[in-house]
């Protein structure tokens, strides 16, 4: 028997009607929308960017598609969420971010991230992903967050450190990638840590 006890976060429980909108000093967190697609497809036809990613860099617009079905998916089955980032004041498509895996059994969800390179460095993805926390924390009732990080991606393990994740351990040669096994860090952040 686990003896702690469930977090009691205030917020009413997020009900899935509606895909839900935040909003952060810089940023603003959407459902994806047809126009994401050149966006899209030029954040993840990026090597840069796809280099820690477990997929071959996009080579064609429907592959962005194909991503939006998935996004469209996984909100549908209620295992995830996937934030479209946007620039508050230019309106740009930065980015993305979200939840994937949810286990509604365990309260447990795994976090997803990336950032379209030119707006690298600038803290937006620590800000973004606070609020994708606390939306998951306080509107998903969430008790644990997971994230998995290649070992050489410091960008990201860096972005952990900053959000307070713990590393749990090293998952070996744990995912097949680009003809390889890879190695991956598992970090967490628990309730009572983020609620405080
Ligand atoms: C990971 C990612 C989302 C970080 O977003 P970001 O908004 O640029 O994050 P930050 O602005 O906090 O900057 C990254 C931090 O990592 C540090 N960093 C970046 N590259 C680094 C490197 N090669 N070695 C050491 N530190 C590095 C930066 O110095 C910064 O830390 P600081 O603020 O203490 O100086 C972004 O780099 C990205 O999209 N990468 C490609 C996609 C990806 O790998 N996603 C994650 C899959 S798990």
Redesign the pocket.
């Known amino acids: 028997m686990n003896p702690s006890t469930p977090a009691s976060p205030s917020h009413e429980r997020f009900d899935w009607s509606e895909f839900p909108r935040l909003e952060t000093p810089r940023l603003i967190l959407r459902e994806a929308r047809p126009e994401d697609r050149e966006g899209l497809f030029r954040l993840y036809a990026d090597e840069?960017?796809?280099?820690?990613?477990p997929l071959d860099p996009f080579e064609s617009v429907e592959e962005a598609d194909d991503e939006m079905s998935w996004h469209a998916r996984i909100f549908r089955e209620q295992t995830g969420l996937r934030w479209m980032i946007e620039d508050r004041e230019s309106g740009a498509f930065v980015?993305t971010?979200g939840f994937l895996g949810l286990e509604r059994e365990h309260n447990r969800m795994e976090i997803?991230?990336?950032?379209?390179?030119a707006?690298?460095?600038?803290?937006?993805?620590?800000?973004?992903i606070r609020a994708v926390l606390d939306f998951g924390f306080g509107s998903l009732h969430a008790n644990k967050i997971e994230?998995?990080?290649?070992p050489d991606?410091?960008?990201?393990?860096?972005?952990m450190e900053?959000l307070g994740f713990t590393l749990e351990g090293r998952l070996r040669q744990h995912e097949f990638e680009k003809g390889r096994y890879v190695d991956l860090l598992a970090y967490s952040i628990l309730a009572q840590e983020h609620l405080g």
Do not use: F, Q
């Not at 707006?119 to 973004?128: I, V």
């Open positions: 840069e960017v796809m280099r820690y990613i980015g971010c997803g991230y990336d950032l379209t390179r707006h690298w460095g600038r803290g937006l993805m620590p800000e973004a994230a998995r990080v290649d991606n410091a960008a990201s393990i860096r972005l900053k």
